[in-house]
């Protein structure tokens, strides 16, 4: 869900799940396209990733956030980038929302975490096979071999910094949220 754009949230689940699995789809049967020159091949690809990247991708991004579904449109983009963003919500009332979302964006960074050494044997395993294949096989399926082995070199090297970014920004939007809440509730108390 951390590396899902802010402006998906924009969208209801359904249209999240259309847009996150037609990119996907896109991409990897593309690749399948390159690499083995088969339309079919990469028609199934697109299919079952569409199918597949999409609905994993909405369900885990309810499940992370599960009150952006109930949340009016506007108010769930004016959370997502002032969270994305770090900065204070304008509206005291969304200050919950801030929490919550940078909350959810923390557990996802966390659980991606956990799958951190498997994305480094696959690294290495699409590393053996792209020098393979640079020995042993035609031109496309080379140049598939070492766009995946780029790919997977900048989600361990890129990816990491960027996350931490976002979730440093997220991290000021919540403290900034929690400080809009805790005045809100000592007005209310009249402990101000």
Not at 11 to 25: D, F, I, Q, T
């Amino acid at each position: 869900m951390i590396l899902v754009p802010g402006w998906l949230w924009q969208r209801g689940a359904v249209s999240r799940a259309v847009a996150v699995g037609l990119a996907a789809g896109v991409f990897f049967g593309a690749f399948v396209l390159v690499e083995s020159g088969s339309w079919a091949g990469a028609a199934v690809v697109f299919v079952v990733l569409s199918l597949f990247c999409g609905i994993r991708t909405a369900r885990r991004m309810d499940r992370i956030w599960p009150a952006a579904k109930d949340m009016p449109y506007a108010d769930r983009v004016a959370v997502v980038r002032a969270t994305r963003h770090g900065e204070a919500v304008d509206d005291p009332r969304l200050a919950p929302s801030v929490v919550a979302y940078a909350d959810g964006l923390h557990r996802a960074a966390e659980d991606d975490r956990l799958h951190r050494p498997l994305v480094l044997l696959v690294t290495a395993l699409a590393v053996a096979l792209a020098v393979y294949d640079t020995l042993t096989g035609e031109t496309g399926e080379t140049v598939v071999s070492w766009l995946v082995v780029v790919l997977l070199l900048a989600d361990l090297m890129w990816w990491p910094r960027r996350r931490e970014r976002l979730l440093a920004r997220a991290g000021r939007a919540e403290a900034s949220a929690l400080r809009m809440t805790d005045t809100d509730r000592g007005r209310a108390t009249g402990d101000t």
